[in-house]
């Protein structure tokens, strides 16, 4: 992207100075542990609902989905709409109002209220491992964005987001997260769209880029090959979006354990200031959802409309914000591009704290810690947590060009089908067991890691067979596999051991039409 | 030669196969159909599990609920 003039420094320097004075500001009024992991439960739903729009959105995305536009066309766009929109509608109205009334901090410990303390770990574990690394991942993949954009030093980048987030999260807890989130989310907007609007403009509208998408090429990119504009694509597609794993894995199965079972999502919700606030976060956000991918999927068209011959799809908003964004312009699209990685950074540091606190040390060190000794346990585990999240980004970036961190990234994806298959018997059918959840949970991951190493090349060059799965991704046909194995071994398992006591269960599990409310 | 298959290659194939033949315009009903039948799911909730106060005024969360679900499925027949 280059050069950036003086005023564009100034308006990412004045957005910085804003979200840090915001969140130390909130800090000061964070006097338990309550107030620290939950914002004392008194957040509104149209702050929750930006806040979770904002911590889905990552730097990376910005970038990449934009790139995947480029390269795959508008089927990237599948990954805001089908995979998000109705899941959140359905946690609305079936999880979220079950998990606030427990009053829960995480979504483990509810698992052990429905379960037991098995699953509960089994589950902070894979969650407190996974948000954990993901830390050092977005600080190291954000970094490298910002060297390629703008020539940053990546240890500079990542020592300077890293203290930035860390600053304000650890003084300010939840409250200082999804209260700078609101900022975040509408400069993240308001970046994104000034892009798109300014872009359409120079084509002429939607019918001149749309125009222009036609006359390309067919060989220039997948996109151009009939896909640009297309959502549904075929089974044997050359990108990674057929639709059958776009349905089956995205929409059935990776959505609803995204914004049911991940913790950095829905805790918010848990610190909302009614039942009512947190489900009507939820719909907010899916309304805000809709609109999404015209603001960060569109602009990569627009690119490819306007540049054709780029070498990488990553390349493509960079490219199109170098030429188009005048002086100033260019300033609010990287406050955009910081926004979207901060928010998500803060809010996976403060849920790791939340995790590591509340289902590691209070369940098993010291079950009696007053409110007190949690917050200030909170803010020292966050402080841990950042010092290890820069440790582990530095790490990744000695080992650059082995792609670790996508591989990674997809090894944790591998858990999310077998914990929705466990959140879903555990709040829908009263008669699963703890057993048949812990051996639900510990077989879906088996049959995910077993998938993942079959289709390795290396794996099937010893063995003499072909990869399992034909697309060059294949973690959305995985997922379905492994939440149909724990989904099959929680009903098979369940039904051969005792059931759970109903006075235990009744009020953790979804009755329709009032019966939740005896 | 033909490599080896385990027993997974052969459902595998079998499965990709079956879904092949499945017409797009099929896909997209589904797809369709699915986000219909929620719509449903949410018009039928009970009052009291889509009503509340907020900011001291009574709302009701169903004709947003809807409207987010009825883009969406703008979205997924015409595009």
């Known amino acids: ?518 | 030669m033909e490599p080896p298959v385990t027993p997974l290659h052969v459902v595998g194939e079998f499965l990709r196969e079956l879904l092949l033949r499945v017409p797009l315009g099929a896909a997209r009903a589904l797809f369709v159909g699915t986000l219909v039948v929620l719509l449903i799911w949410v018009l039928r909730l009970a009052p009291e599990e889509t009503t509340g106060r907020a900011g001291g005024t009574h709302h009701n969360l169903k004709p947003w609920a809807a409207l987010a679900l009825l883009v969406q499925i703008v979205i997924y027949l015409f595009v």
């Not at chain 1, 879906?444 to 399992?468: D, E, K, R």
Request: include cysteine; charge should be neutral; proline fraction near 5%.
């Open chain 1, 1 to 518: 992207m280059g050069h950036l003039a003086p005023v564009d420094l100034l308006i990412v320097v004045l957005y910085l100075a804003g979200t840090l004075v915001l969140g130390v500001a909130i800090g000061r009024r964070i006097n338990t542990g309550q107030d620290f992991f939950l914002a004392g439960r008194r957040l509104p739903w149209w702050a929750i609902g930006f806040s979770l729009v904002a911590t889905d959105i990552g730097g990376t995305d910005i970038i990449g989905v934009g790139g995947a536009a480029y390269s795959y066309g508008l089927a990237v766009a599948n990954f805001e709409w089908i995979g998000c929109v109705p899941a959140m509608i359905a946690a609305a109205f079936l999880f979220v109002p079950i998990f606030w009334r427990a009053g829960v901090y995480t979504v483990p410990e509810f698992l052990e209220r429905r379960f037991d303390a098995r699953v509960r770990t089994a589950l902070a574990l894979c969650w407190l491992t996974f948000m954990a690394c993901n830390l050092g991942i977005m600080l190291f993949a954000s970094a490298r964005m910002m060297h390629v954009l703008f020539g940053w030093a990546p240890l500079v980048s990542i020592l300077v987001m890293a203290a930035l987030v860390g600053v304000y999260t650890m003084a300010g807890g939840l409250a200082a997260v999804v209260y700078t989130d609101v900022i975040q989310c509408i400069v993240l907007i308001g970046g994104c769209l000034l892009v798109l609007v300014i872009g359409l403009v120079e084509l002429g509208g939607f019918g001149g880029l749309l125009e222009r998408l036609e006359a390309l090429d067919s060989t220039t990119s997948a996109a151009a090959a009939g896909y640009a504009t297309t959502l549904i694509l075929p089974v044997d597609t050359p990108t990674p979006f057929p639709w059958t794993g776009i349905f089956f894995g995205l929409g059935l199965i990776m959505g609803p354990a995204y914004w049911i079972g991940n913790q950095a999502i829905i805790q918010r919700t848990f610190g909302a200031r009614s039942e009512f606030d947190a489900k009507a976060s939820y719909i907010w956000g899916a309304l805000l959802k809709n609109l999404l991918p015209l603001i960060i999927a569109v602009p990569g068209l627009i690119a490819l409309a306007r540049f054709p011959e780029l070498a990488q799809g990553d390349e493509a908003l960079p490219t199109l914000v170098a030429h188009l964004m005048p002086a100033g312009f260019r300033g609010l699209f990287l406050a955009a591009f910081l926004a979207a990685l901060m928010s998500s950074v803060d809010s996976y540091l403060n849920s790791a704290a939340t995790l590591l606190t509340h289902d590691i040390y209070r369940r098993f060190v010291d079950p009696g810690a007053s409110d007190v000794r949690l917050l200030r346990v909170g803010r020292i585990v966050t402080a841990g947590l950042i010092v290890w999240g820069i440790g582990f980004a530095l790490y990744l970036a000695q080992l650059e060009g082995s792609g670790i961190y996508v591989i990674f990234q997809t090894l944790m994806a591998f858990f999310q089908g077998p914990a929705l298959a466990v959140l879903l018997t555990g709040v829908l059918w009263p008669r699963a067991t703890a057993s048949g959840a812990l051996a639900g949970f510990v077989g879906g991951v088996i049959c995910s890691i077993s998938l993942f190493a079959m289709n390795q090349p290396a794996v099937s060059a010893t063995m003499g067979w072909q990869p399992l799965f034909r697309i060059s991704e294949p973690f959305l046909y995985f997922v379905v596999w492994a939440f149909l194995v724990a989904l099959a071994l929680v009903i098979a398992v369940s039904h051969f051991t005792r059931p759970e006591p109903e006075d235990k269960i009744r009020p953790l599990i979804y009755r329709p039409f009032g019966w939740s409310h005896p």
